[in-house]
């Protein structure tokens, strides 16, 4: 089992900066990422990082804008979001997974969330 407790989402206006944060405990994690899902669309992988590597992988649309990050060798996952966009609104969810997978950026790969935290830019 994987406990996941996700902290940090907000209201933000256009182009403002957001620090996303995810405490996890039990089972070792061989992934872990932050993903959203906005009204009426599919969960979507927004970065992701190997926990033992410390390798990050990201969503082309927010490339250059976000910046996940871990502490605690994993215990502890970051997401930096800095020129927020209205399109960035959504529910946030940190996601871990204890498999070993090819494709890290699919939700699939992913077995354990978070019950999520709202972010909403306004523009």
């Known amino acids: 089992q994987v406990l996941l407790v996700e902290s940090g989402g907000g209201s933000v206006q256009a182009g403002g900066s957001l620090r996303l944060s995810c405490v996890a405990s039990g089972y070792a994690r061989t992934y872990m990422g932050w993903f959203r899902q906005a009204p009426g669309k599919e969960r979507e992988a927004v970065a992701t990082?190997?926990?033992?590597?410390?390798?990050?992988f990201y969503a082309d649309s927010v490339k250059g804008r976000f910046t996940i990050s871990q502490d605690n060798a994993g215990s502890t996952l970051n997401l930096t979001m800095n020129n927020l966009k209205p399109e960035d609104t959504a529910m946030y969810y940190c996601?871990?997974?204890?498999?070993?997978?090819?494709?890290?950026?699919?939700?699939?790969?992913?077995?354990?969330w978070g019950l999520g935290t709202q972010v909403t830019v306004s523009s």
């Open positions: 996601g871990a997974s204890t498999r070993f997978a090819a494709d890290i950026l699919n939700t699939q790969t992913y077995n354990y």
């Open positions: 990082i190997a926990v033992r590597a410390g390798r990050p």
